[in-house]
T-cell receptor, first 112, second 112 residues
Framework: GENVEQHPSTLSVQEGDSAVIKCTYS??????FPWYKQELGKRPQLIID?????GEKKDQRIAVTLNKTAKHFSLHITETQPEDSAVYFC???????????FGKGTRLSVIA | DAGVIQSPRHEVTEMGQEVTLRCKPI?????LFWYRQTMMRGLELLIY????????DSGMPEDRFSAKMPNASFSTLKIQPSEPRDSAVYFC??????????FGPGTRLLVL
């Protein structure tokens, strides 16, 4: 089955800098990759997703890139703000077939 | 849309007692997932249902855990008897097919 690895486990950046979180997956059939943000004491919430038919997707300060050949995808946050501090989870699945497989999470701290 | 609803939001019980967690998925979603989240083990998928039918319960830690989905709008996760190591946050999530999952607010369980 699918296995999703996520790095780094913790990340600290200065406010205004960029943050990059990387994930790799094992199942070449996987075609749907969402990213979730979980603030302290809250539920995981979807922030952006990408399907295997595109290589990049942007939404304001966040973007996700996908390299199907290398089987990895990344989350990019630009101009980080303190409210970006949270745990971020990547996930992958074969759409409509199996549940999402989540990475272990990255704790992002944005230092003002 | 009210989103995924879980109850109770907090539960404190004594070891050996039965605990029942409840979930109402988003109307129209046909997949439902139960997760457990701890600092040590991260986000673990316990069981998921498609169209009210349990598909994979391999994540259920022991026979003390059971889950049901009697209809499309209600599911329960039961722990009997509960143990201190069951203390965690339990999330319910729902989706159409098995793609983007929308999480409920979670139930914070403490077993003394």
């Amino acid at each position: 089955g699918e296995n999703v690895e996520q790095h780094p486990s913790t990340l600290s950046v200065q406010e205004g800098d960029s943050a990059v979180i990387k994930c790799t997956y094992s199942d070449s059939a996987s075609n749907y990759f969402p990213w979730y943000k979980q603030e302290l004491g809250k539920r995981p919430q979807l922030i952006i997703d990408i399907r295997s038919n595109v290589g990049e997707k942007k939404d304001q300060r966040i973007a996700v890139t996908l390299n199907k050949t290398a089987k990895h995808f990344s989350l990019h946050i630009t101009e980080t703000q303190p409210e970006d501090s949270a745990v971020y989870f990547c996930a992958g699945t074969v759409s409509g077939n199996t549940p999402l497989v989540f990475g272990k999470g990255t704790r992002l701290s944005v230092i003002a | 849309d009210a989103g995924v609803i879980q109850s109770p939001r907090h539960e404190v019980t004594e070891m050996g007692q039965e605990v029942t967690l409840r979930c109402k998925p988003i109307s129209g979603h046909n997949s439902l997932f139960w997760y457990r989240q701890t600092m040590m083990r991260g986000l673990e998928l316990l069981i998921y249902f498609n169209n009210n039918v349990p598909i994979d319960d391999s994540g259920m830690p022991e026979d003390r855990f059971s889950a049901k989905m009697p209809n499309a709008s209600f599911s329960t996760l039961k722990i009997q008897p509960s143990e201190p190591r069951d203390s965690a946050v339990y999330f319910c999530a729902s989706s159409t097919k098995t793609e983007t999952q929308y999480f409920g607010p979670g139930t914070r369980l403490l077993v003394l």
